[in-house]
């Protein structure tokens, strides 16, 4: 084969692992992609308020065709991407960090020169390796989350990490982000990509078991997710002679010059506009801001007295102390996990959003509090405080979003 016919073979395998994964991942979460749930949608656009749920269904349903008929036939690759972003414009909930990387990748896949197309998509997964890895240099990472990380590594060895003095216990739980970027570094180099891809298959097998019910008890699509993009780090970065006897459903391939403002599109929400995440001027999983607790953060109580004003599936994920002059917390994330099989989106936005339309559904009876807390120090770890309690308060802290904050009309 010639180099071209090499690439064009890999993109049709590339092709096929992407509708696998959107399809595999869109099932594992498939309540995220209906309506009917107490859990309101939340679209991205003001204009999107009064879109009857239905719709949600009907996009769905032409996902999952176009999917099928992309994978099978080697077109309408572009109209998989059209769907989902239609499906993700519907409701910020579903802005998942695959959903994103896979309506940037099946964008790519059917646009511009042939020749650009496996470029892009290469340099969009080492963004996301690089953009992942910074995200999580800081001390709120060593001190949380990566400390949890290295608990479920070191339980099969029965060793407590807490005996270990502070400085190697940061020391190590910074490995996890300083191997993302090696993986980065070496996949970006062309002698160095065997070793690459190796390191990512590892690194991802062993993150998928961290999260797995034997370690943190994530969701499904996140464990899922790690799986399948190891996958497709091999697709893309191996050696040609590893991928040969793999087997293609399709022989055709997406016109040989698509238009090109797509690729570019792509390109530039993909590898250039997460940069600004790094200065918090963009969304956290749009920055491919991975496992990353830095940014700001919520937390909610309600009085005791008022749980029962809250949906059923909220009061059910609710803790109560039976305390009547008590507040109680409020975990909007576990209510968004039991009620889509998925994360809540990350930042202060969504949550926000969401409280306040409790808040609304009842008059203000409920008197759902919020208190906002700041990105952490990456040195330091401190974050800032503010109090979010009166609707005016709310108002003023969601005015600052230039994204809808208006849960949809049921």
Known sequence: MSEIETNEYRLKLVRHWLGLTLFMLVAATWPLWTTGRELPTLPALGVLVAVPGWVDFVLLGALVLATLYAGWRGRGTMW???FLAALM????LRWQAWAWHAML???VICSGPVRWRLPVLRAITIAIYVYSAISKFDIAFATTLGQQFLDVLLSPFDADSTAFAWWLRV????????IELTVAMLLALPRTRKIGVVLATFMHIGLAAILSPLGLDHSLGVVLWNLLFAMLTL????PSAWLLRLPVVSAAIEEKRGPVLPLLAAAAIGIVAP????VDRWDPWPSWALYAPRREQVAFSIPHDKISLLPKSLQRVST????????????IEVWCLAETGAPLYPGIRVPLALAKWLNDENGWMTQLHCVVRGSADVFTGQRSMQRVWTSSEFRERLSKSWLNTRVRDK
Do not use: C, K, W
């Open 80 to 82: 998989v991407g059209g």
């Open 89 to 92: 414009l519907l409701d910020q």
């Open 105 to 107: 990748a099946t964008l």
């Open 171 to 178: 020391t190590l739980a910074l490995l996890f982000p300083f």
């Open 235 to 238: 697709l893309l970065f191996a």
């Open 275 to 278: 940069s600004l995440g790094l």
């Open 320 to 331: 109560h102390s039976h305390l009547v002059n008590r507040r109680e917390p409020i975990d």
